[in-house]
């Protein structure tokens, strides 16, 4: 099962998500709202964004592309999608 969770103790520029018993932890860079670098089982991963859009980025993860898509009226909330663990 997937899910996303807010962490409400940290700054709302943070987003942990549960994804298959594995943490990933997706840290904003305050300095820019575009880049951000997601922690997954201690390899990190750039996320790149959509210029046009930064609600979209696209997120690979060991040849396996993660759409993460942040919904547009509560930025604390993202829906991830991850191949076949839907």
Known sequence: MLRGTYNHGCAPKITIVQALDVLIITSFNDSDPRISIVQAMDVPIITSFNGSD????????????????????????????VPDAL
Not at 60 to 73: C, E, H, K, L, R
């Open 54 to 81: 930064p609600r979209i980025s696209i997120v690979q993860a060991m040849d396996v592309p993660i759409i993460t898509s942040f919904n547009g009226s509560d930025p604390r909330i993202s829906i991830v999608q």
